[in-house]
C-alpha cells in the first residue's frame, strides 16, 4: 500500500517540476484507483518491446509466413522494461491488458492470408503453460510485481470459446471436448454458440454437461515435461472443492484462475464472450473473485486495495445504447447479469465523430443512470477492428482528447499515442492493425514526440482524478466550452474543470461554482491561477486548459 502511495505522488511531482514551480500540493488526499475511471493500455505482446532475443524463435517456427503474420519478438520482458522505464506512468496509464501469453500451437495455418503463427495468443495449446517466445512463469510473476509497485493494475486475457487450429504438430482434442462444425452463421443464438467461429478452430463444447477425461494429446504432453501428476492433484483438488462436474469449461476456468492466485493478476479481458453460453461467464467470475480472494488472503502484504477482481467482456458489436440488452435476433442476453462489470463499447468510434458535448453528455447520462454501478471500455483502435476511428492517422490530437475525457474507462492501443501507421504496404486483413511498437518514432520524431506528450499530459490527469473518468458530467457554458466533472467514493471527493478549443495566449473562463480565491492549477501547462470575480484569467500556448483545485 505504501509503494503505490509513494508511486503516485511522485509520478505527479515529477510532472509539476518539468513543468513549473510549485510548492503547493494538487489533491492532497490519496486518490483511489477506480476501474470505471481506468487509464488501461492494450498491447499485443508479441508486437510492443523485444526485452530479450533469447526466446525469439520456439518450437521450429521458422516457415516463411505471410506480413506481420509470424513472431515479431515482443515479449513479458518488453512489458518490464517499459514499466520499469516509466513509460506507463508518463502516459498515466495505471492497468496494463496484454494479449493471451498461454502456449499457442506449434505448427502455423494458411487462412488465405499465408502462413500464420499464433504470436496473437488467441490460439492456445496448453492453458496451464506458457509460451516460451512470450516469457516463462518467472518473467510473469515480475511483471506482475513490478506493475503493480508502479502503481499500475494487470488485466489478463482468457479464452475459453476454443482451442488453437489443428496442424501436423497439433492435433485436435477429443469429440466430447470440441466440435470443427458446423462453422457459425451467426444468424441467430445457437448459430452464434454451437458451431466454429471459424474454419478449424475447434470449439469448446462449454455447454456441455457431460465429464470427460483430459485430451490425450495434453496428457502425453504433461507426461513429456513431467508434471502430469501434479497438474491431475490440482485438479483433483478443484473438482474436490468446487463440486463442478468434470465438463470442459470447468477445466478451463480451473486453469485460467491459477494465474490469479499464484500471481495476483487483477482482472481477465475475456474473449468471444457471445460465442459461449452466457452462464459460463457467470460461474467464470465466481471462481475468479474466490481466486481473488485466495490470493489476498495468501499475500496480506501485496494487497493495493479492496477492489473486486476486473472483469471486462468482449460481445462483439455490443454497444453502450444497448444498454443492458443485447439481441441476437431471436434472444436477448443481458451480459452485466452474468459476471461482467464492463463491456468494451463497440460504438464509442462513431459517437465520437460527434461534438465533444454531445459525447460527454451522453455517456455520463447513461453511466450514472440506468448503466450505474457497471461500466464500459471505450476505444478508438484496436488489434480486429478494421475500421477505426482515424485510421490514417490524421487526427491523433482529438482522438486523445475525446478518449482520455470521456466517461467511461479508456482503452489506449499500443501505439495510439505515438501513431504508430495502421496501414502497412504488403498486409492482409488485421495484420494492418498489428505492426511493431514505433519505438524509433518516439526517440527521433519530434512530430510523434508532441502527439506523445499530448497522450501524456491527457493521461496523467485522468489518472490523477477520477472524476474525469468516473465522475458526473455538466457543461458550464458552451462557448468557450467549458465542463465540469465530479466524482465522489467514501469520504474522498474530486472534481475538474477542462476548458476546449480555447485561444492561445490569454485566455479568461468564468468559475462561478468555485468561491473566490480558490487556487487552480492547468495541469497540461503546468501555470497557476486563482478565481477572482466568478472567473479565472490564465495565459499559456495551449488552446486547452485541465484545471485542478489546489489545496
Avoid at 478518449?403 to 501505439?415: C, D, E, F, I, N
Avoid at 462561478?512 to 480558490?518: D, I, K, M, R
Amino acid at each position: 500500500m505504501k509503494v503505490k502511495v509513494f508511486s503516485i505522488f511522485a509520478s505527479v511531482l515529477i510532472l509539476l517540476s518539468a513543468c513549473a514551480k510549485v510548492d503547493k500540493k494538487v489533491e492532497q488526499q490519496e486518490t483511489p484507483f477506480v476501474w470505471e475511471g481506468a487509464n488501461l493500455y492494450f498491447m499485443l505482446t508479441d508486437r510492443f518491446n523485444n526485452g530479450t532475443a533469447d526466446n525469439d524463435v520456439n518450437f521450429e517456427r521458422n516457415l516463411p509466413t505471410g506480413k506481420l503474420r509470424g513472431f515479431e519478438g515482443g515479449d513479458i520482458r518488453g512489458i518490464i522494461q517499459k514499466i520499469n522505464d516509466g513509460y506507463f506512468t508518463d502516459l498515466g496509464i495505471n492497468a496494463i491488458w496484454f494479449t493471451p501469453v498461454t502456449e499457442q500451437i506449434h505448427g502455423a495455418v494458411d487462412e488465405g492470408t499465408g502462413n500464420t503463427y499464433g504470436f496473437h495468443g488467441y490460439w492456445a495449446k496448453d492453458w496451464t503453460a506458457l509460451d516460451p517466445n512470450f516469457g516463462s512463469m518467472e518473467d510473469l510473476k515480475e511483471l506482475v510485481e513490478t506493475a503493480h509497485a508502479n502503481g499500475i493494475r494487470v488485466v489478463m486475457d482468457a479464452v475459453i470459446n476454443h482451442t488453437g487450429p489443428v496442424t501436423g504438430k497439433d492435433p485436435v482434442w477429443e469429440n466430447d471436448w470440441v466440435r470443427t462444425e458446423p462453422q457459425c452463421t451467426y444468424d441467430s443464438y445457437k448459430n452464434t454458440i454451437e458451431c466454429t467461429l471459424v474454419k478449424n478452430l475447434p470449439d469448446i463444447k462449454t455447454e456441455s454437461t457431460k465429464e470427460v477425461e483430459l485430451p490425450e494429446s495434453l496428457v502425453q504432453k504433461w507426461k513429456a515435461e513431467g508434471r502430469y501428476d501434479q497438474e491431475v492433484k490440482e485438479l483433483d483438488e478443484f473438482f474436490a472443492r468446487t463440486g463442478y462436474p468434470r465438463t470442459p469449461k470447468n477445466y478451463i476456468i480451473k486453469w485460467l484462475c491459477d494465474y490469479i492466485v499464484e500471481f495476483g493478476i487483477d482482472g481477465y479481458r475475456v474473449d468471444t464472450v457471445k460465442h459461449t453460453e452466457e452462464s459460463v461467464w457467470g460461474d467464470f467470475r465466481k471462481e475468479c473473485e474466490y481466486a481473488f480472494a485466495q490470493w489476498k488472503k495468501n499475500n496480506p502484504d501485496k494487497v493495493l486495495d479492496d477492489n473486486d477482481f476486473y472483469t471486462v467482456g468482449e460481445v462483439y458489436n455490443y454497444n453502450i445504447s444497448h444498454k443492458f440488452a443485447f439481441d441476437f435476433g431471436d434472444k436477448k442476453v443481458n451480459y452485466y447479469a452474468n459476471g461482467f462489470t464492463d463491456l468494451i463499447n463497440f460504438e464509442f468510434k462513431y459517437n465520437a465523430q460527434s461534438s465533444y458535448e454531445e459525447l460527454f453528455s451522453m455517456y455520463s447520462d447513461i453511466l450514472n443512470g440506468d448503466l450505474k454501478g457497471y461500466g464500459v471500455l471505450n476505444y478508438l483502435t484496436s488489434h480486429d477492428d478494421g475500421s477505426p476511428f482515424d485510421q490514417k492517422r490524421e487526427r491523433t490530437f482529438e482522438s486523445a482528447t475525446k478518449l482520455l475525457l470521456s466517461p467511461g474507462t479508456s482503452q489506449v492501443y499500443y501505439g495510439d499515442e505515438s501513431a504508430r501507421t495502421l496501414l502497412v504496404e504488403g498486409t492482409e486483413g488485421d495484420a494492418t492493425l498489428r505492426s511493431f511498437m514505433n519505438w524509433e518514432d518516439i526517440e527521433n520524431d519530434a512530430q510523434t514526440q508532441a502527439v506523445l506528450s499530448h497522450w501524456q499530459k491527457l493521461g496523467q490527469f485522468r489518472a490523477n482524478h477520477p472524476a474525469v473518468g468516473a465522475g458526473v458530467h455538466k457543461m458550464i457554458s458552451e462557448s468557450p466550452y467549458v465542463f465540469r466533472r465530479s466524482f465522489s467514493k467514501g469520504a474522498y471527493q474530486d472534481q475538474v474543470f477542462v476548458a476546449l478549443d480555447l485561444d492561445k495566449g490569454a485566455k479568461e473562463i468564468s468559475l462561478a461554482e468555485l468561491e473566490n480565491g480558490t487556487k487552480l492549477r492547468d495541469a497540461y501547462s503546468g501555470k497557476e491561477t486563482e478565481v477572482k470575480n466568478g472567473k479565472v484569467s490564465i495565459d499559456t500556448e495551449f488552446d486547452i486548459l485541465l484545471l485542478e483545485i489546489i489545496k
